[in-house]
């Protein structure tokens, strides 16, 4: 019986770029299609960096900055707590107007339309009818809101006691504020309406973390933007890649080598 081998092409690039979920003030309506929801440990360095181990540089860091400092560790410069960060693929149902000169969505604050679209300064929506967005988006979220949708899929129930499922109902997200003051409530609703999302629809969250080598995560410690890092990942790849892409290999050129000199 002959193996059954697969050969992979890592010249081709897999990742696709997720579309994330807008936290605007408000009411925003979602439908969770992800059942395992699983926490990343990441640093913040503008991004969501994947922590690489108990004794990564930035984890050998903090320790010694909270052994110089026992009391006020956290306020020491250079010192990152890591945190654990959820990645769900959801459904975005809440209500947006399309610009008509960028094609983005546009999202109520607090129940408000804006006249003018904020991504391109030029599109008037104050005329377009707001429509359900129905579109897959990644929702980055904290442990806080995902214990909140732990106490919704536990509550709702068949009436054989068994769970509904919070992938099987919407779920309104009340969110007040922006950035790092924003706050949100979630609260189940009555509709089970059955929606189907193809598979190929979703996004690989498990991709959604930017995972670095130690010296790449040294560098962002020294104060490296992710911007100059990505800059020096892809040079490093421009070089390498003619290397790769040659067919002859160091024995042929130093068998060339010597028949010159023969």
């Not at 690039?13 to 979602?30: A, H, L, T």
């Not at 654990?84 to 604050?109: G, H, I, S």
């Not at 679209?117 to 429509?131: D, Q």
């Not at 109902?169 to 309406?193: K, P, W, Y």
Request: proline share 6%; with cysteine.
């Amino acid at each position: 019986m002959p193996l059954n081998v697969e050969i992979k092409d890592y010249s081709k690039k897999e990742f696709v770029k997720p579309k994330y979920f807008v936290w605007s003030p408000g009411k925003q309506i979602i439908r969770i299609l992800d059942i395992d929801l699983i926490p990343v440990s990441c640093y913040w360095f503008g991004a969501n960096i994947r922590a690489i181990g108990w004794d990564d540089p930035q984890s050998q860091q903090n320790k010694r900055i909270k052994l110089e400092n026992p009391d006020n560790y956290r306020n020491v410069r250079g010192y990152k707590s890591p945190s654990d960060r959820y990645f769900v693929n959801v459904l975005d149902r809440t209500p947006v107007k399309m610009c008509p000169n960028c094609e983005m969505e546009v999202k109520a604050v607090n129940g408000t339309f804006p006249a003018i679209c904020p991504h391109c300064n030029e599109g008037i929506v104050s005329k377009i009818t707001a429509k359900p967005l129905n579109k897959v988006r990644v929702l980055q979220t904290g442990k806080t809101l995902v214990d909140q949708f732990k106490t919704i899929d536990a509550k709702i129930l068949k009436e054989d006691g068994t769970r509904v499922g919070a992938e099987n109902f919407d779920i309104i997200l009340h969110v007040v504020g922006t950035g790092n003051q924003r706050v949100s409530v979630a609260e189940e609703t009555e509709n089970f309406e059955e929606l189907e999302v193809p598979p190929e629809d979703l996004y690989d969250t498990s991709k959604m973390a930017i995972l670095v080598s130690e010296a790449e995560l040294e560098q962002l410690m020294r104060g490296v933007s992710l911007r100059d890092l990505f800059a020096a990942r892809r040079g490093s790849e421009t070089v390498e890649k003619p290397l790769k892409e040659s067919n002859i290999n160091a024995e042929e050129i130093q068998k060339k080598v010597d028949e010159l000199f023969a």
